[in-house]
């Protein structure tokens, strides 16, 4: 039985769980619910089904963040919320859920699931996928989770406490299951279950808390928190796809600073970019790059961007994130002998391939990502009509920006920045004078070096002359 709460963060030592507010108790109202995840809502309720928003949108919404993306659940199975909707359609294998698209807005409905580490028992209860409803890896990891279940089973296999708050499209009220309204009332995530248990069935969780207590300021609880360092390396076991997307979302999500601080902190970084993470530990660094300030300060200005409304694109990201060891590599090419771009090419090539054995980098962004490395080294060679050419690069922008924060860390590229920005913003007229004045710094610096050869000719009719110098 769902008991009514007493107050909203049941702070109240005896109230006990689940708790329900009732609609004229809580914040939570049809106005902060897109229009969309509301039809879908109304929808299922419509047909006899239970219809729930759940997760993010309720939690955000309590903290006083706009919540970004609503998803809904219901004891439709999806094959049945399918057959409701026109405009959906049926997606996943490790979790089986219904897409209902409207425009570019994308509502995930979902179906009450059990947690298939409790389903031995019971199983008449639930309405399962006849057979593969569920499957482990030999690790414990959970491969596929599509045992269904009810609601207060639904609660218990999300991640966190505050993510296991249930709007009901039914009377309006909010159903906190775990003691999620207690958890934000503290400020802290808490993870449903036992820990170990938690992070040995699907390792991703400890990501998702590191990823929360950036975005929300909140306390890891200690319980929670306690073995992350140790099952860290049970990242090893997702698949670099899922990786992938799940980094994008770490450190593109507006908080990337704080975030790749907590990943450090709790050693997950090294499961992600695991060069990256040696490169930072074993202090190297050089005169026209700090790895750790570089990576910084690249995150720092996605992080501006990202809170400012603008986008920031995947590849940018991951070239940031790999830099440090690009150089790194670039530099011992280059000591066995290759010239310069070859040397990089080479280095890009090592650092991708070693890269994708922990994340998947699908070529639509690795390409770019060499692009913008190859540009650092291009950038600088401005004469003729380079600048020109250079301009009108598809990764212009991105390598400029890029160029920009090699500065900012603290790289001296002997103004590089501002000529480029000048050169952007001039006339036409301008930009060639701009050119010829970096030519002539050009010219200016290797006259010495011709002068030398001319002198040692005309010296060369008295011997006794470099003998005695
Ligand atoms: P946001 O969308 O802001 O990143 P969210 O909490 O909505 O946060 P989603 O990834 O959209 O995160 O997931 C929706 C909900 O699904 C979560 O709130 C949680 O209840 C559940 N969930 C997601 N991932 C997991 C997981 N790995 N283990 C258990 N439950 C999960
Ligand atoms: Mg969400």
């Known amino acids: 039985m769902v008991r009514k709460a ?10 006990q ?10 914040s939570f109202s049809r106005k902060n619910i897109s229009p969309n995840a509301l039809k879908v809502l ?4 419509e047909a006899g089904f239970d219809a729930y928003l759940v997760g993010g949108c309720i939690r955000d919404h309590l903290i006083g963040i706009e919540p970004k993306d609503f998803d809904v659940v219901t004891n439709a199975t999806p094959e049945e ?19 209902v698209t409207y425009g570019r807005e994308i509502i995930e409905v979902s179906t009450f699931r059990a947690n298939s ?3 031995a028992e019971d199983t008449d209860k639930r309405q399962s996928l006849k057979g593969k409803d569920t499957a482990r890896s030999s690790h414990g990891i959970i491969l596929r989770d599509n045992v269904y279940g009810s609601i207060e089973e639904d609660a218990e296999r999300r991640d966190f406490t505050f993510n296991a708050l249930y709007y009901n499209i039914a009377d309006f009220s909010i159903n906190d299951y775990c003691g999620g309204l207690e958890d934000i009332d503290k400020r802290q995530i808490r993870i449903i279950g036992d820990p170990r248990q938690r992070y040995q069935e699907d390792p991703v969780r400890m990501l998702r808390a590191v990823r929360f207590a950036a975005k929300l300021n909140f306390d890891i609880e200690a319980n929670t928190a306690a073995p992350i360092k140790e099952m860290a390396h049970l990242l090893d076991h997702i698949p670099p796809a899922r990786l992938f997307e799940e980094v994008l979302k770490l450190l593109g999500s507006g908080y990337g600073v704080k975030t790749f601080q907590l990943l450090r902190e709790y050693g997950l970084f090294k499961y992600l970019f695991p060069d990256t993470d040696a490169l930072l530990n074993s202090g190297w660094q050089r005169k026209d790059i700090t790895p750790d300030a570089f990576i910084l300060q690249g995150l720092s200005n996605t992080d501006t961007r990202i809170q400012g409304g603008k986008s920031t694109a995947p590849y940018f990201l991951y070239a940031i994130l790999m830099w440090p060891s690009v150089a790194l590599r670039h530099e011992e090419f280059s000591k066995q002998g290759l010239p310069e771009l070859p040397a990089l090419h080479q280095a890009a090539t090592m650092v991708l391939d070693n890269q994708v054995a922990s994340t998947a980098i699908p070529r639509r962004f690795s390409t770019p990502m060499r692009e913008i490395w190859d540009l650092q080294f291009r950038l600088p060679k401005r004469y003729g009509k380079r600048a020109f050419t250079l ?45 010829n004045q970096a030519d002539g710094r050009k010219n200016e610096a290797s006259k010495p070096k011709r002068r030398r050869p001319r002198r040692r000719k005309s010296n060369a009719k008295r011997p006794s002359d470099s003998q005695e110098s």
């Open 6 to 15: 007493t107050s909203l963060f049941g702070s109240d030592e005896s109230q």
């Open 17 to 26: 769980l689940p708790l329900e507010i009732p609609r004229d108790d809580h």
């Open 42 to 45: 109304y929808r299922l309720h």
């Open 81 to 99: 919320a399918h057959a409701l909707f026109s405009n959906s359609r049926l997606i996943g294998r490790r979790f089986k859920l219904v897409h």
């Open 117 to 119: 580490a409790a389903q």
């Open 391 to 435: 301009l009108h690069h598809p990764r212009f922008r991105a390598a400029f920006d890029f160029l920009l924060i090699r500065e900012q860390s603290g790289t001296d590229l002997g103004g590089l920045g501002t000529w480029w920005t000048e050169f952007q913003e001039a006339p036409d007229n301008q930009q060639r004078d701009l050119v």
